[in-house]
């Protein structure tokens, strides 16, 4: 069993409620720059820590084991939503499909 452990803050940016805006011009939605930009960085740390931690590749068939502990910083925060977003980075890096995550 592989394991990799990751620690990061909560953010905001990083919750679905905030990765789609809408314009107001002709009313299209469209993905947040902000929102790509700390995916993008959050899959970078998760691979650098692979490679840090000599953890091999994955295996896409296989079921992965995800524990994650969310500290919101106060009540209105979504921390389902934050969660959605973290095991899209966590899929993106290791190359399983978010439906293998137990």
């Known amino acids: 069993m592989r394991i990799l452990s ?18 107001g011009r002709s009313g299209r939605m469209y993905a947040k720059n902000e929102y790509k930009q700390v995916q993008e ?4 740390k998760i691979k650098s820590q692979m490679k840090t931690l000599c953890v091999g590749a ?3 068939r296989k079921r992965v084991f995800v ?12 921390a389902s939503n934050f ?19 137990d």
């Open 6 to 23: 990751l620690n990061f803050p909560f953010n905001s940016a990083l919750s679905e409620n905030n990765r789609l805006g809408y314009s």
């Open 41 to 44: 960085e959050l899959s970078y």
């Open 58 to 60: 994955f295996d896409p």
């Open 67 to 78: 524990t994650l502990t969310v500290h919101r910083p106060n009540n209105s925060s979504d």
């Open 83 to 101: 969660i959605k977003s973290i095991n899209d980075a966590i899929s993106r890096s290791i190359g399983v499909n978010d439906n293998l995550f």
